[in-house]
């Protein structure tokens, strides 16, 4: 079954009780019983509920995963990941990675006795560096963001198989219908579910997928224990919004493709980090595993001053300035003072991250309206 198909049907399944074509939102907190502990597979929200059952069951086939869990936000899939871990376990993670990833590990689950090493994964060789025999884990994030580094995730897998390490994916960039670190041989793929998987900017939720029949055990486990589980309503959001994400998908990347090549040829600008891009050095490794480049689109104005790329985001009209990304709109963001302002600045500019890098989330507009917005934006500058 082709992916449109699977992301229309699979957990789809009209309501046996009523018929209704569209999962109902099954707004309960708790189920009735026939005698204490007899009861359908159902006995409280945080546990089980139907709205979320069939979500979960969708976005474990678009992963092509046997397991799938949803949670309240990204972060809080991310904080039940690292509780796999225990004091003196070390993780191997890319250096270029979200802000709020950065500040979980460094400022909340270090002080637990977990190391974090921050290095460039895309060179596969420096792994060797801070490999020890307390290395648990490899978090990974490709495309990163917000520099958009690729990393080999076959290359990866290799090293950790052979260790017995565990391999987490961040696959938020890219989505299910552009890349499955599963099939890849990663362990289990996060999702910060509020971007490209609900696609319409209306709910905050993260997910994990694995086929691993123990991680499963131990992350539900995690999941129905400390509780950061979504609302029925923003499941059946989620829901809603994975039925388009092929067709969405494919007019993010087409803009975002038209956008880069655009921005690669201006006067104006210093460089543009797209993995579509030829130039991109790790463009052959994206071409492998992935099936088409993303949405995401980042760059450096010539005139390198931060004045000068506010002046851009205030002008380009149809990129609104927010945080975020992965919705039908466009929006243009800083990161630098905005969704990586708690990564320390030295560490910033030790990874790339430059003060002056302007992030696109390229909607599905027109192209051409998009293009003109960009070039006027790029005429006040």
């Not at 243009?332 to 990564?343: D, K, L, N, Y």
């Amino acid at each position: 079954m082709k992916f449109g198909t699977k992301s229309i049907h699979i957990g789809n399944e009209p309501d046996a009780t009523t018929g209704a074509v569209i999962t109902p939102i099954f707004q309960t907190s708790t189920y009735a019983q026939e005698e204490p502990g007899k009861h359908k597979g159902y006995e409280y929200s945080r546990t089980h509920n139907p709205t979320r059952t069939a979500l979960q069951t969708t976005l474990a086939a678009l992963e092509n995963a046997k397991y799938a869990l949803c949670f309240a936000s990204g972060m809080a899939t991310e904080d039940t990941v690292i509780k796999l871990l225990k004091p003196g376990d070390e993780v191997i993670c890319t250096n270029d990675l979200y802000g709020g990833s950065f500040r979980l590990f460094t400022k909340v689950f270090a002080k637990f006795g977990i190391k974090f090493h921050f290095i460039p994964l895309q060179e596969i060789d420096l792994v060797h560096i801070v490999l020890s025999t307390h290395t648990k884990m490899f978090w990974i994030e490709t495309p990163t963001n917000p520099l958009l580094n690729i990393i080999d995730i076959q290359s990866i897998v290799e090293i950790a198989k052979k260790l017995n390490i565990i391999t987490v994916v961040d696959n938020t960039f890219a989505s299910p219908f552009l890349q499955n670190p599963l099939d890849l041989g990663a362990d289990i793929v996060v999702h910060s579910a509020t971007k490209y998987l609900a696609g319409h900017s209306d709910v905050v939720m993260g997910c994990l997928m694995t086929n691993d029949d123990e991680l499963y055990q131990q992350l539900a486990f995690l999941q129905n224990s400390c509780g950061a589980v979504p609302s029925p309503f923003d499941c059946f959001l989620v829901q809603r919004g994975l039925k388009t994400l092929h067709l969405r998908m494919a007019q993010h990347c087409k803009n975002a493709s038209a956008i880069a090549n655009f921005l690669n040829n201006h006067s104006k600008i210093e460089k543009v980090y797209y993995p579509g891009l030829e130039s991109h050095t790790n463009h052959d490794i994206a071409q492998k595993q992935m099936r088409d480049f993303g949405g995401m689109v980042s760059f450096t104005l010539k005139n390198d001053s931060i004045a000068s790329a506010f002046n851009f985001m205030k002008n380009a009209k149809l990129f609104t300035i927010a945080e975020s990304l992965g919705g039908v709109e466009s929006l243009v963001g800083h990161p630098a003072t905005m969704t990586h302002a708690s990564i320390p600045r030295e560490d910033r500019l030790k990874g790339g991250l430059k003060d002056t890098l302007i992030r696109l989330s390229v909607g599905i507009e027109d192209t051409e309206d998009l293009l003109e917005s960009i070039e006027y934006a790029l005429s006040k500058v």
